[in-house]
């Protein structure tokens, strides 16, 4: 599509415009201290140069890793990723995602928050300035504000389903009703906080922080630490390419954050004009469809690329798409606001729990876990919700020719599912459904809350029964050392829906399946504990995670139950799968599951849904390795001597192959151990291996 003049000038003024309010930065004033685990801990006078050391240290450690995401701010994903990238640049185009931020980048954004993009900006330029052969597209820099911020309109896009459903057009069409599964198979996070009352001591209040992202590539955790005389102070863990830690504690507090199962998009499907075919009925009359030519590039095979065409049109609701089945339109409240960043901003900074609130009221997206040093605990089950008619089914398609089907405003974070301070002194969330988050007798109950938000009050996971499960068993206290076997736990617990299958196959008679008698007892005697010495944890991953969903057939948040035909079937095809990989036909999961990197290869232990997720997938040796689970564990207490952090991370704080970080924490994880962090600037110092401005050659050091 062609812009206007006027508005392609317009943009050009703005972004003069944003140029020249950029403060240079004195990089001499950025101090960059690294530990022994290589993490950054980054001090500067003012925020805006914290956000310059920020851009720098994460660079350093994983710059190929950030340009992905920047390749889908800037539209050219498809270009490097393929089809699936182009889906993003379609999305991107459709929903006018660039003259959305260049509309709202100064109306929206406060004077003090357009300061640090700008910090962060020019850090990020500088690095690609000096290090032009890291750069994976000459497009891509140099970077703006507004193309920082059209990233963080994308992942809203992708964590609210909206990305998903666009590809959905290029598929059967819309005229199906839209009931997703909430809960996906090895995607979730844990999240679980406690009050005093349920510390040894009595004086503690304590918040598990638990992500489980890509372990590598787009998506995985950065840790940093980030301190400015400017009130900011937090450490925690953010996507590589972002401004802002996404789960964290500074002094006074700390957030993890979920994914959760609410209702973010809605479809139409248009009634269109028998005799015009570019018009739409709605409240009684034919409107004007506009038309949209949308043009992405994308690589099909290595150097290759072509040019994907596909007309849109814009409706009153937003984009239609014309498929097999009718037109449809696609509206969701992710493409209307920019505000993430500076939400998450806000909430770093934040000290106390009404300025986290305040900060937090209409975040577009995940549960939130909170709790702080004035034991406050809070979960939310969070999300930029439309105000919709009651009268009508929103998971399934709507009808597009009323205004009352047209939302155009959202529910404020006290009309959500929360809960504050409950006597039972804890609160958690695994992914599983925000009806059940605390002790039974306080759970909230969906009749009071309008269907329309989506949360499915029945959807209960692996790893939601067993913390329930421990917390009942542990109460009414917990010490330090069970809190962190806990995060640790690989136990599948016996009344899991998604487990059923198990009791299933104990019924199968050995007598008249001979060829896996051996498998059969090998998993009714098992204790459905997921440690590396099991064998029966090795044969269900095969049976579960390769076979069954290869299939389509394994869905953790549904009853797992199928006939007698597809348990042989699948108990066979273990059987030869171990036979043909490992010349056995039982092997220990922590022989068949492996912590690979470089030159370290480690036993592990897990499953998809139990505490200590992984999700895996097999290689051309059989041997199955991680690719997404425990990406980021941050155990925060609140004590009487201040805030304490331990933490570990997936492989290590770096993503190069020639860093010693770059596999450094892989034991600590496979031995259930934590690096313990510091917020108290003198102990970072004092513990410090190396000291550097930003640009500063990496073989000198830099005195503090």
Request: glycine share 8%; aromatic share 12%.
């Amino acid at each position: 599509m062609r812009l206007p003049v006027f508005l392609f000038c317009g943009l050009l003024l703005s972004l003069f415009a944003q140029r020249l309010s950029a403060q240079p930065i004195q990089t001499d004033r950025i101090q960059i201290v690294r530990d022994t685990f290589g993490v950054a801990h980054i001090f500067a006078p003012t925020d805006a140069e914290v956000a310059y050391g920020l851009a720098w240290a994460n660079a350093e450690d994983g710059f190929a890793t950030m340009q992905q995401l920047y390749l889908i701010a800037k539209g050219r994903a498809g270009r490097h990723q393929g089809v699936g990238g182009a889906l993003y640049d379609f999305t991107r185009q459709a929903f006018h995602v660039p003259q959305l931020v260049q509309e709202r980048y100064e109306k929206d954004q406060s004077p003090a928050f357009r300061r640090y993009v700008d910090g962060y900006v020019q850090g990020l330029n500088a690095y690609a300035a000096t290090h032009p052969k890291e750069v994976l597209d000459k497009q891509l820099f140099p970077m703006t504000g507004a193309d920082v911020l059209q990233g963080y309109v994308m992942a809203t896009l992708q964590e609210q389903g909206l990305i998903g459903q666009v590809g959905r057009v290029f598929g059967a069409g819309f005229d199906t009703v839209r009931n997703q599964p909430a809960n996906l198979p090895g995607r979730g996070s844990n999240g679980l906080a406690l009050a005093r009352k349920w510390s040894t001591d009595g004086q503690t209040t304590r918040l598990l922080i638990n992500p489980h992202q890509p372990l590598s590539g787009t998506g995985s955790v950065y840790e940093v630490h980030l301190c400015s005389d400017e009130g900011l102070n937090v450490h925690g863990g953010l996507w590589h390419g972002s401004m802002n830690a996404g789960t964290f504690a500074n002094e006074h507090l700390a957030l993890m954050t979920t994914t959760n199962g609410l209702d973010f998009v809605d479809v139409y499907q248009l009634r269109v004009n028998p005799a015009n075919a570019r018009q739409y009925w709605f409240d009684g009359a034919w409107r004007e469809l506009q038309p949209e030519r949308i043009r992405v590039k994308t690589k099909i095979w290595k150097f290759l690329k072509i040019n994907l065409k596909r007309t849109i049109y814009q409706s009153v609701y937003g984009p239609a798409f014309r498929t097999k089945t009718g037109l449809f339109a696609l509206r969701c409240g992710g493409a209307m606001r920019i505000g993430i960043a500076e939400q998450l901003y806000r909430m770093n900074k934040a000290r106390n729990f009404s300025e986290f609130k305040r900060a937090a009221n209409q975040f577009p997206f995940e549960n939130f876990v909170y709790a702080d040093k004035s034991d406050t605990i809070f979960l939310v089950n969070n999300g930029l919700v439309p105000r919709r008619n009651p009268a009508y089914a929103w998971r399934a398609t709507l009808p597009g020719d009323t205004s009352a089907t047209l939302w155009t405003d959202f529910h404020a974070i006290d009309d959500l599912v929360w809960y504050l301070n409950p006597r039972a002194g804890y609160l958690y969330n695994t992914n599983n459904t925000a009806f059940r988050a605390t002790d039974s007798t306080e759970n909230r109950q969906p009749r009071h809350y309008p269907a329309y938000f989506g949360e499915r009050h029945t959807v209960q996971n692996n790893r939601a029964l067993r913390l329930e499960r421990l917390m009942h068993e542990s109460g009414p206290t917990l010490s330090d050392e069970a809190f962190r076997r806990l995060k640790y736990d690989v136990q599948l617990p016996p009344d899991s829906p998604s487990m059923a299958f198990l009791d299933d196959i104990a019924q199968l008679s050995e007598s008249d399946y001979p060829d896996v008698a051996d498998l059969i007892r090998q998993l009714r005697g098992w204790d459905r504990r997921c440690v590396a010495e099991s064998e029966a944890a090795g044969s269900l991953l095969v049976l579960t995670w390769y076979f069954y969903s290869q299939k389509g057939l394994s869905n953790f948040s549904r009853l797992n139950r199928y006939d007698t035909d597809t348990y042989l079937s699948g108990l066979r095809f273990t059987k030869a799968y171990l036979n043909r990989h490992f010349r056995k036909p039982s092997v220990p999961m922590g022989e068949l599951l492996r912590y690979r990197r470089g030159s370290v290869d480690l036993p592990l232990f897990g499953y998809p849904d139990v505490l200590a997720a992984v999700t895996p997938m097999p290689g051309k040796d059989g041997v199955f390795t991680p690719v997404q689970g425990d990406g980021f564990v941050m155990f925060v207490s609140f004590g009487p001597t201040g805030v304490s952090l331990e933490t570990s991370q997936a492989y290590g704080n770096s993503n190069n192959p020639g860093s010693p970080h770059y596999t450094d924490q892989m034991n600590l994880y496979v031995q259930r151990r934590t690096k313990t962090m510091t917020l108290n600037r003198a102990e970072v110092m004092r513990k410090a291996v190396r000291t550097y401005a930003p640009g500063h050659r990496s073989g000198r050091v830099k005195s503090s």
